[in-house]
C-alpha cells in the first residue's frame, strides 16, 4: 500500500470520525481534508478547486434561491391547505391523501424548505382534527425524502452523482432520467408508510409545558416552539451563559432533546443543533425571527399573517412550471437540433428563473445571500475533491479490487447491493453528500475492473445516499421533526430501517433492468 493510499484513508477516517462527533460544520470538516490532500500533493490546486465551479453545485444553490421564492410567495402553503382533510378522518385516509402529494412536490422542490413549511401546517391541522402529530411528521420527511429521488433536482446529491458521471466522461442525466428507478421507488415506499406507520410510530408525546399557560396568557404571552439551527450562537452553551430573553426577547420554559424533555434546571441545559425550545414570547417573535437562519422551523399554533397577493402566488408558479418544463424539453433532440449553440438544460434554466424572480421581488433580492445554505455548497464541492482524491491515491481501484474478490462468485448483482449498503450506511453517519462521494469512485472503479455499464451502480448511489432514514442525526429534515413533533431516536430506527431494507430491494433489483449491465 502506497503512500498516498494510507494517506487519503487516514483523513477519510478523521472527516468521518469528525462527521460523526459534530466537531464543525460539514462543509468546513471537508474542506479540512482537501486542504489536506493537497498539501501531500493528492490534489493539484485545479482538481481542488473544480467542484467549486461545477455546474451542479451552482444549479443547487440557485435552486435555493427558486425555493425560497415558492415559499415566500405563500404557493405551497396555499395548494397544501386545500388538500388538507375537513372534518373527521383517520391516520391511513389522511396519509394515502397527503403523502403522494408531499412526494409530488419534493420531486422538484428543496426537501429542507418543504418540511419547514409543511411541518407545523400539519402539526396544527392534526390537533384540529384530533389526530396525533407523531402519525405524521416522520411520514413527511420521508415522503419528502422519497420523492426527491424522482428527479434530477430533487436533490442535491442527484445533481452531485450527476457532476461525477460528467466529470468521468458520460453523458450527464436527463431530467427524467433517474425517475425510471426513483418513481416505483417513492410509490412503493410511501405505500410502505401508508400502511405501516401507523402501527410503527408512537402517539403524541405528554405536552410538559402547560403549567404556566394561564399566566402568560395573561401576560400577552403565547407558547412558541423553536427547533435551533447550526448557526443559532448559543449553540455548546447552557443557558445561564447564553441569555435567551436579552437575544430575542422570549422565554424559555423547557427544552426536549430526542423527544424527550430535558429535566433539572434550566440554566444548566447546554444547547445542541436540533434541540426544541418551548419558549413564551409575544405576537411579535415570530415576524422578527421568522426568517433568521439560527432556527430551523418556527411555531405558534397559528397560520402565517403575511398578505401575499394571488398575483405573486401565481407568477411564481408559472415562473416554476416554466423552469420544470424549460429543463424538460431542453433535452429532446428536436430542441438541441434547433438550438445548437445554446445548452437548454436545468442550468441554464434556473439561472433564468433565479433573475426573474429576484427582479420581480418574489424573494428579497438585498438579502439573497441568506437564502443560500453555504454549508451544503461547500460540503458538495469538497465532495467532488474528495472523490478525485479517492481517485487518484489508487484508492478507489484497491477497494474496487477487493469488493470484486469478495463476490467473484456471485456477479455484478452482488457488487450492486453492496455498493449501495456500503453508501446507505455511510448517508446514516455523515452527509449523503459526503457518502455519495466517498461511493462514486469505488463504483465506478468496479464498473471499469468488471468490464460492465456503470449506469445502474451510478443510480444505485443517488438512491442509497437520499436513504437517510434510519437516525435522525443523519439528515437536517429529520432533525426538525424530531424536534416538532418530539420523537425519540429509537422512533426513526423503527419505521427508518424496514423502510431502507424496502429501498434497497428494489434498487438492486430494478437498476440492472433498466440500465443492463
Known sequence: MSFEMIFVLAGLALMIFALIKDLMRPGLTLFSVV???????????KEMLEGFSNKGMITVALL????????????????????????????IRSQARLLPILAGMSAFLNNTPMVVIFAPIIKRWAEKVKLPPTKFLIPLTYAVSLGGICTLIG????????????????????????????????????????????????????????????????????????????????????????????????????????GQRIPGNLDDIVLQDGDNLILWGDDSFIPTWGESSVFLILSNGKEAEKPISNKKRWFALGLFLFMIAGATLGELPATKEAFPNVKLDMFFFVCVTTIIMAWAKIFPARKYTKYISWDILITIACAFAISKAIENSGVAAMAARYIISLSESFGPHMLLAMTFLITAFFSQLITNNAAA?????????????????????????????????????????????????????????????????????MAIFLAPVIWPF
Open 35 to 45: 486542504v489536506l490532500f493537497l498539501c501531500a500533493g493528492i490534489l493539484t490546486p
Open 64 to 91: 435555493f434561491l427558486v425555493s425560497e421564492g415558492i415559499r415566500q410567495s405563500g404557493t405551497l402553503s396555499q395548494l397544501f391547505s386545500k388538500v388538507l382533510p375537513k372534518g373527521e378522518t383517520t391516520v
Open 155 to 258: 436533490t442535491s446529491t442527484n445533481l452531485v452523482v450527476n457532476g461525477m458521471i460528467m466529470e468521468a466522461g458520460y453523458d450527464g442525466l436527463s431530467m427524467f432520467e433517474i425517475a425510471k428507478i426513483g418513481l416505483p421507488i417513492a410509490i412503493v415506499g410511501v405505500l410502505f408508510l401508508i400502511l405501516f406507520s401507523n402501527k410503527l410510530l408512537p402517539e403524541s408525546p405528554a405536552n410538559h409545558s402547560e403549567e404556566a399557560s394561564g399566566e402568560s396568557e395573561r401576560e400577552g404571552l403565547h407558547k412558541i416552539e423553536a427547533v435551533l439551527g447550526p448557526r443559532f450562537p448559543g449553540i455548546n452553551k447552557t443557558l445561564g451563559e447564553f441569555n435567551f430573553f436579552r437575544h430575542y426577547g422570549a422565554i424559555v420554559k423547557e427544552v426536549k432533546r430526542s
Open 437 to 505: 462521494a466517498l461511493g462514486f469512485p469505488v463504483a465506478l472503479s468496479v464498473a471499469t475492473q468488471l468490464g460492465v455499464n456503470p449506469m445502474p451502480f451510478f443510480m444505485v448511489i443517488c438512491v442509497a445516499a437520499s436513504t437517510s432514514f434510519i437516525t435522525p442525526i443523519c439528515y437536517q429534515t429529520n432533525m426538525i421533526v424530531q424536534g416538532i413533533g418530539g420523537y425519540s431516536f429509537m422512533d426513526f430506527v423503527k419505521i427508518g430501517t424496514p423502510l431502507t431494507i424496502v429501498v434497497f430491494l
